[in-house]
């Protein structure tokens, strides 16, 4: 008995991207190791503008946005661990790498992708 999520992905993709971008501009602007580059922002207006576009559109229902929010601080928290890596002068990436990957089991649960398997299915096998 399985039951099916009512999760769209691509919100999901999308809330991903926008954290991601929404960090390296804010990087590019403001951390002086970083070079500057347009590219970011750019990424960053479009994927924003298609997650809004999206929002209007079509409803979100059940986790969606529990989902989304999750994907957005992915992002976020990601790029910071990999700018840490990077350089690391700028500090540990220590913080960024455990809540990362708190993050994205907390998703991977919340959609079904590693959901425990029931115990009526135990029962019958």
Do not use: H
């Not at 009512?6 to 809330?15: D, E, M, Q, S, T």
């Not at 690391?88 to 959901?115: C, D, H, Q, R, Y």
Request: hydrophobic share 55%; net charge neutral; proline share 5%.
């Amino acid at each position: 008995m399985s039951v099916t999520k009512n999760i769209r992905r691509k919100p999901i993709l999308l809330a991903l991207l926008v954290g991601l971008c929404g960090n390296g501009t804010l990087a590019a602007l403001s951390v002086s190791q970083v070079a500057f580059s347009l590219f970011p922002i750019i990424a960053l207006v479009l994927a924003a503008r298609q997650l809004y576009q999206e929002y209007l559109t079509v409803p979100m229902e059940g986790d969606t946005p529990l989902c989304t929010l999750l994907a957005f601080l992915i992002g976020v928290f990601s790029y910071s661990a990999i700018l840490r890596t990077e350089f690391p002068e700028m500090g540990t990436n220590f913080l960024s790498v455990m809540v990362t990957l708190i993050l994205v089991i907390w998703l991977a649960l919340k959609m079904g992708v590693a959901a425990r398997p029931d115990a009526a299915d135990d029962v019958k096998s």
